[in-house]
């Protein structure tokens, strides 16, 4: 038996709809592991876990929980780390603020966040706020490269059962818009260091009177580390949306905004703070000082703005005015046409690796105002990867939809470890806060990039480190070896970041021998170099930087598969360990709102059994535990009966929901199980409950989907109670029996 202090393998508690299934799922994991000697712990990475953790001050000691995300990270460092990662949630400030406010009401004593902090202490507790919210998980636990991929059973279902695409016209006004210059692309520059170069660097702002403050202090660089910084004109911006929106009336199409104000979580809300008041310019012109003294917000979302405006005197002629001038501009597209919620209200409701990919997969067109489907502007303002959507759409328009009973595959190796490409992330982006420069001194006093801003403008430092650069290089040459994949680089040449990774990967490339496998591709040639190839039912391997592979791993699974959640993705950890996270998809809030209502979980845990699958077979090998392996085969089969037998999770009340497909899933495998011939223990243990699972078939199913229809109480969001949860995710006694 495994030292349970030390758990052979460890299941991450997350948020919403991953965090509702692994209530059903996980006790399936934990019963048949124990039967091999696997212990399996539960790290809580959610955030209502990290806020806890984060302010333990004024909570009981019944309240206190400990802070797993940085033990996690210290275990991802380790070869001993076996992780099974599913997706969180990565918040944005209204996600924050919501949380919190649910926690209070739960009886935690936690602050407010303060959005517009004066005193020292509201500074402090911003600063700790700061380090939770956007993508603050991922950093601290990608100690590795991401190799993504479809599983082989995946992608043979998903050819043998082709999912509904919209059709594309060739006069479809649908279209990507973009800056014409002054953007973070054209402003980029971007150096790699030497050793005289490392130290503890800072960032400066220099102001017009010559006054020096240090905007980050104790930077440390290390030699190799490719170092970017850039900007985007606030003012070149706030001019481009204003146009867009006047292009979008007269096009008649919708207008949209598609962000990332969840990982670009400092850069991306100002963006969208900006495209707020650029849509209710007129409305900030006749009441700004008001509005600025009530304290709104427009980077919290219109939805923010609209709900403050409500508690002033004036709000009736402010909402006046406001429908006046909603009556002038474009159609918006909408994140719910039927309550009202547009593009605008949220920040973090329109994340463009989900939103672009299922606005493409439509056929180009968003849904508006009333309900129907419109063509739509595309706003993407940064020219940095906005060509990729750009060229997927003219692709689509030139030669209709994919087909995904014939298209090939495109998988991703992407370079993320030790924080590669944090773009737009606190701490190193700021808003100019006067005219002046910002700039990167080293610690041997050597400016190394440096920019004139004007105030509001928007600055950008990230870093990649060499190590991460290597591995990456290294995990694409075996990848192509063993797949023989067109393999494409997606660096561009042009761009001051891909420059100094180009420096690296092609002398890499040439003292392995393998320059001729590999091409190197601007984002706008290896989208269509990529979508011919699939097009054409071939494979191609996409290796990328972190954004990229952000993108990209939604992109073609949605197009191929008609879901990102169902990908298969291995962190090799640089130190020996392993991580295994459950695919792309986010946490489906909606998801959340539909078992709430009627009791159905549509989340397809295909990811997570894929993940299972592969933890596993890697505990097996790197700890010689030969029953793991067993049950990770099993595991395989149980998945591959999933896909077979169409035991996935419908959409609708009245169909098998997530909590049905776990029920198959443990049934597969037990009989898999059972059947195997490598370990006779094993099947002499899972034999009964094999024949338990199939003889309870009947009363199991029909006690799973008694409540269905039924609104349900989880007694909380955030931060659901255990117990509730527990009653609504695991319905069936008989079930409940056989699995213990």
């Not at 001729?516 to 054409?536: C, V």
């Amino acid at each position: 038996m495994s030292d349970t202090s030390k758990p052979d393998l460890l299941y991450t508690k997350v948020d919403e709809a991953p965090e509702l299934a692994s209530a059903s799922f996980l006790p399936i994991i934990r019963s048949f592991a124990s039967a091999a000697g696997v212990t399996v712990g539960i790290k809580d990475i959610s955030l209502a876990g990290r806020i806890l953790a984060t302010f333990p001050e004024k909570l009981t000691d019944a309240q206190k929980i400990s802070d797993d995300l940085a033990e996690l990270g210290e275990l991802v460092k380790t070869p001993e780390a076996n992780v099974i990662k599913l997706p969180n949630i990565s918040a944005s400030v209204p996600q924050l603020s919501a949380a919190v406010k649910e926690l209070q009401a739960q009886g935690y004593d936690i602050p407010n966040y303060p959005e517009d902090p004066q005193t020292d202490e509201e500074k402090a507790i911003r600063a700790r706020f700061d380090a939770i919210k956007g993508s603050a998980v991922n950093p601290v636990l990608r100690e590795g490269n991401s190799d993504r991929r479809a599983a082989r059973a995946v992608k043979n279902f998903a050819q043998k059962n082709p999912h509904r695409m919209g059709k594309w016209a060739s006069d479809s006004k649908t279209h990507v818009s973009s800056m014409s210059g002054n953007d973070f692309y054209a402003n980029e520059v971007s150096a790699t260091l030497n050793a005289a170069q490392a130290g503890a660097a800072k960032i400066e702002f220099v102001g017009k009177d010559g006054a020096v403050s240090v905007l980050k202090d104790g930077w440390k660089l290390i030699e190799g580390e490719v170092v970017d910084a850039t900007f985007m004109s606030a003012k070149a911006l706030s001019s481009f949306l204003a146009e867009e929106i006047e292009n979008t009336k007269k096009d008649g199409i919708l207008f949209s905004l598609h962000m990332k104000a969840t990982m670009m979580k400092v850069s991306d809300p100002i963006i969208f703070g900006h495209a707020v008041k650029a849509w209710l310019a007129p409305i900030f012109d006749k009441y700004g000082d008001q509005l600025a003294a009530a304290g709104v917000n427009p980077n919290s979302g219109m939805g923010a703005v609209l709900a403050r405006i409500n508690e002033l005197d004036n709000a009736a002629e402010i909402n006046a005015d406001i429908a006046a001038l909603t009556a002038e501009r474009p159609a918006m597209y909408m994140v719910n046409s039927d309550k009202g919620i547009t593009n605008l209200h949220v920040p973090s409701d329109v994340i463009i690796d989900a939103s672009m990919p299922a606005l493409i997969r439509a056929g180009g067109k968003g849904w508006g105002p009333d309900g129907n489907e419109g063509d739509t502007n595309c706003v993407i303002p940064d020219n940095c990867y906005a060509p990729v959507y750009d060229e997927s759409v003219n692709f689509f328009k030139a030669n209709g939809a994919l087909n995904p009973a014939t298209a090939g595959t495109v998988q991703n190796i992407g370079l993320m470890a030790q924080k590669a490409e944090e773009y737009g992330s606190h701490p190193t982006t700021f808003e100019a806060p006067a005219d002046g420069i910002i700039r990167v001194v080293l610690a041997n006093g050597e400016t190394l990039h440096s920019h004139e801003v004007e105030a509001g403008d928007i600055w950008r430092a990230c870093t990649v480190k060499k190590a991460p650069i290597e591995n990456w290089i290294q995990l694409s040459i075996d990848r192509q070896r063993l797949t023989g994949y067109r393999s494409i680089f997606w660096l561009d040449a042009n761009r001051a970041h891909d420059a100094q990774l180009i420096a690296y990967v092609k002398p890499a490339l040439e003292a392995a021998g393998v320059a001729d496998k590999f091409e190197i591709m601007a984002p706008r040639e290896a989208t269509r170099a990529s979508l011919e190839t699939i097009t054409a039912g071939e494979n191609s391997i996409a290796i990328t930087g972190n954004v990229l592979r952000d993108y990209l791993t939604d992109l073609f699974p949605i197009l191929e598969l008609g879901t990102s959640a169902k990908m298969l993705s291995i962190v090799g950890l640089m130190n020996g360990g392993g991580m295994f996270e459950t695919g792309a998809g986010g946490s489906a809030p909606k998801h959340v709102e539909q078992l709430v209502d009627e009791n159905h979980l549509r989340w397809d845990s295909m990811g997570e059994f894929c993940a299972l699958g592969e933890s596993l077979n890697f505990l097996a090998d790197a700890k010689g535990n030969a029953k793991a392996g067993v049950l990770g085969r099993a595991a395989e089969a149980a998945t591959q009966g999933i896909l077979d037998d169409n035991r996935s999770p419908g959409r609708k009340v009245g169909e098998p929901d997530n909590r049905a497909s776990h029920y198959w899933f443990a049934r597969y495998w037990a009989e898999a199980l059972a059947a195997q011939g490598d370990d006779a223990d094993l099947a002499a243990h899972f034999a009964p409950i094999a024949k338990a699972l199939a003889e309870g078939e009947a009363a199991i199913l029909a006690e799973l989907a008694a409540g269905a229809g039924n609104k349900v109480d989880i007694g909380g969001y955030f931060h659901t109670d255990p117990a509730k949860t527990a009653a609504v995710m695991r319905p069936s006694a008989t079930l409940n029996a056989i699995i213990g």
